[in-house]
């Protein structure tokens, strides 16, 4: 049995978890957010379904990060090592970029306002995720 697999599927599937849940939290403060909005005879902001998806491309980089290691010629703890962390890390990345979404379709719902300023906090989030992958890929 080579340990190196369970990297490859760690890299992915650690990171699937992180967007799950991450889009889960989202998207359930975005339909608190549209309740409200309706409630109060308010528009109801179609931006809430960007903020919900944004965990979503953790996978993406995950499935990445599953390539280059499927590929790397690297030994098997290292490539352990890799998958376990880097997925950690990347799936880490989505479940709090969704709690910080979730605040954003509050706010938003709430005020109408700061939709740009939102969308740099969830950016900032997500620039973790891509700097464990782009490291991880140097490395590999």
């Known amino acids: 049995m080579n340990i190196g697999l369970i990297g490859p ?16 939290i989202a998207s359930q403060a975005a339909v608190g957010s549209w ?10 902001p179609f931006m809430l ?5 944004a ?10 990060l599953m390539q280059f290691i499927n590929a790397s010629a690297k030994d098997p703890l290292t490539l352990l090592a890799a998958g ?4 950690l890390a990347i799936g880490l990345s989505a479940l709090f970029q969704g709690k910080v979404a979730a605040r954003a379709a509050d706010a938003l719902a709430e005020t109408g306002k700061g939709t740009a300023n939102y969308f740099m ?13 782009v490291f991880l890929l140097l490395i590999l």
């Open 121 to 133: 906090v969830i950016g900032i989030v997500e620039t973790v995720a891509l700097f464990v992958m």
């Open 9 to 24: 599927a760690a890299a992915l599937g650690l990171a699937a978890i992180g967007s799950v849940l991450g889009t889960g």
């Open 49 to 53: 379904v960007a903020f919900s998806g």
């Open 84 to 87: 376990l962390f880097g997925g």
């Open 55 to 64: 965990p979503l491309t953790q996978t993406i980089y995950g499935f990445l």
């Open 35 to 44: 309740k409200k909005c309706f409630a109060s005879n308010k528009p109801a």
